[in-house]
């Protein structure tokens, strides 16, 4: 079965300091995978997006960046963290289950929650 | 503009009854995919059920289902003989294109009153 895995799952950084938070999927290949932050009470929002190894979609201008070095694994990354980074990150991963229809199931992993001083 | 709209930020249910929990969505892509997700407090996303677009009966998994209408656009989740786990945020989400991009809605937190 498949598993996805994130860590840290709670982090605490000041501003300016660097981030870099993790992401692997077990159990499956050629995944695609997302990251995703939730502000508090607020939906999901995407920020990346990957299809293959060394293949990022941004989908937000910001100051984070994202990684995908191996292909089940994927990295998220920012060099100078601000006040308004603070969230709740979630990476999930989906492959194609039902060909031709375009359409596909997410799995969430547990969520990162940062808070950003 | 919005691509899914959830209406209800707080809903209320008494335990063992139904509730209905509402989305609709804007998309003109023919193929596409309708999801609903429960978060509870502790933060995880669950997948409850899914809903392509060319699917021509309501989805159903368990306890819940997807009330489909497509002209209408909406995708309506109907959860029957609410349990007091069934506390949560609910999303619905709506998957486009190749890449599976997901656009979520603000969420409907539900409250199931004993």
């Known amino acids: 079965s498949q598993t996805i895995h994130q860590w840290p799952a709670t982090l605490v950084q000041p501003v300016g300091s660097p981030l870099s938070l993790e992401c692997t999927v077990e159990?499956?290949?050629?995944?695609?995978l997302y990251w995703y932050r939730q502000a508090a009470g607020r939906g999901l929002q995407l920020l990346f997006y990957?299809?293959?190894?060394?293949?990022i979609s941004s989908e937000v201008p910001q100051n984070l960046s994202a990684s995908r070095p191996q292909d089940r694994q994927f990295i998220l990354s920012s060099k100078k963290l601000l006040l308004s980074d603070s969230g709740f990150y979630l990476c999930?991963?989906?492959?194609?289950?039902?060909?031709?229809?375009?359409?596909?199931?997410?799995?969430f992993g547990p969520g990162t929650r940062l808070t950003v001083t | 503009a919005q691509k899914i709209t959830q209406t209800q930020p707080g809903m209320f249910v008494q335990e063992k009854e139904a509730v209905t929990l509402d989305c609709t969505y804007d998309?003109?892509?023919?193929?596409?995919?309708l999801f609903w997700y429960k978060q509870p407090s502790s933060g995880e996303m669950i997948f409850l059920i899914y809903?392509?677009?060319?699917?021509?009966q309501n989805a159903t998994e368990g306890r819940y289902s997807l009330n489909f209408q497509k002209a209408r656009k909406s995708a309506n989740l109907v959860i029957s003989a609410s349990q007091l786990g069934d506390s949560a945020m609910y999303f619905c989400?709506?998957?486009?294109?190749?890449?599976?991009?997901?656009?979520f809605g603000d969420g409907t937190t539900l409250t199931v009153k004993p």
């Open positions: 999930a991963w989906s492959v194609r289950r039902r060909p031709g229809r375009g359409s596909y199931e997410q799995y």
């Open positions: 159990g499956t290949s050629n995944p695609n």
């Open positions: 990957s299809v293959g190894i060394g293949q």
């Open positions: 998309t003109s892509d023919p193929s596409y995919g």
């Open positions: 809903q392509g677009s060319y699917d021509q």
């Open positions: 989400a709506m998957r486009e294109g190749n890449a599976g991009k997901s656009t």
